[in-house]
């Protein structure tokens, strides 16, 4: 906020008025004009340098002299004066996907009279606005202090909708000066706005879900999966990953293959899958660890085949929580086992 903020509206025979009407007339012409805070007379100051706006005689101290009052006051008379113009007052609705998107909406309409500083109770909102001797609405300006819990809670008990805006001085002059054929930008409202989706965002959402829905049931993933360790005379080691993969279509298991973590195919069958078509698969593991024995290595198949789920995945360089259970002895020139019960039982062993 400018520390040169200076009040603009005033009150010529009673009737508030905005400065810049006088501007075109000549100085000795124009009419007696009066604070409408402190009702003292005031000296309009029309240049061409500073905003339009009026100051009270040296020997005056008023409040609407402070930045933060003038500014207040501002907003409000201009909400004021612009709604006794209208009996509608629109909002824009963000559309909640947060794309850019808004949609005009109503918020209030038909009241016939506007009130400034209107007793309600014990509170007096900024702007009333009354149908039939009844505030139907609430506007309040926030400068440095946004509405009071009581006040707010007073506003509910008795069903008074009201807003609350952000006053700044692009909201009362200049090109971007609020009008009301444009809708009312607010900090904050009661009750709650609906939340929108425009139908861009709701064509992007659908076919999200679509897609989901779809994957959910149309996928390829894996089944299960085991370790097993392989040691060769040489003094080399060797882990391998089995992985059992499947394919769903429409919720079925339409195909399954074995697959290990190097990408070697193994072995498939086609769906639906059953007990037997997987100890298909179980047993083409089993005849490739026998391939790999004949070959001289040493097989611990320390791991059963494990569900593929959350939270117990798994991979081969993993050996922190899977460490290879022997050691080469180089002067025995062996393999020698160092936990037999780390993950279970050893199944082949010199």
């Not at 101290?61 to 113009?85: D, G, M, V, W």
């Not at 509170?123 to 039939?132: C, E, I, K, M, Q």
């Amino acid at each position: 906020m400018s520390d040169e903020v200076r009040p603009k509206w005033i009150l010529v025979n009673g009737t508030l008025r905005d400065v810049s009407e006088f501007a075109h007339v000549k100085p000795r012409a124009r009419p007696v004009t009066t604070c409408p805070v402190c009702q003292r007379n005031v000296i309009l100051k029309l240049g061409t340098v500073r905003s339009h706006h009026y100051a009270h005689r040296p020997e005056d101290i008023c409040i609407a002299s402070q930045p933060e009052t003038a500014l207040h006051i501002n907003a409000k008379f201009h909400i004021y004066n612009q709604l006794l113009r209208t009996q509608k007052l629109y909002i824009s609705e963000p559309c909640r996907a947060y794309c850019g998107s808004e949609r005009l909406k109503l918020w209030l309409q038909g009241w016939d009279k506007v009130e400034v500083e209107y007793a309600v109770s014990s509170f007096r909102p900024d702007v009333a606005l009354l149908s039939n001797d009844r505030v139907m609405g609430a506007i309040e300006v926030f400068v440095t202090h946004s509405v009071q819990e009581q006040k707010a809670q007073y506003f509910a008990e008795a069903n008074i909708p009201w807003l609350e805006i952000k006053a700044e001085e692009t909201f009362y002059q200049g090109e971007s000066a609020w009008t009301t054929i444009s809708p009312i930008s607010f900090y904050r409202i009661h009750p709650l706005v609906e939340e929108w989706t425009c139908d861009k965002c709701t064509d992007v959402e659908r076919a999200r879900t679509k897609r989901v829905e779809y994957e959910q049931s149309n996928y390829e993933g894996i089944h299960a999966a085991k370790m097993v360790d392989f040691y060769f005379r040489s003094g080399k080691k060797y882990r391998e990953v089995y992985f059992v993969k499947k394919l769903v279509r429409k919720n079925e298991w339409v195909k399954a293959w074995v697959m290990t973590e190097r990408n070697q195919m193994i072995t498939s069958v086609e769906g639906p899958i059953t007990k037997e078509s997987l100890e298909i698969l179980n047993r083409a593991v089993k005849r490739n660890i026998a391939e790999l024995q004949r070959k001289g290595a040493l097989v611990d198949e320390f791991m059963e085949w494990r569900r593929w789920v959350k939270g117990n995945r798994f991979i081969a360089r993993d050996t922190s929580n899977y460490p290879f259970r022997y050691h080469w002895d180089a002067a025995q020139s062996n393999w020698i086992l160092e936990d037999l019960h780390a993950y279970g039982r050893c199944i082949d062993s010199y």
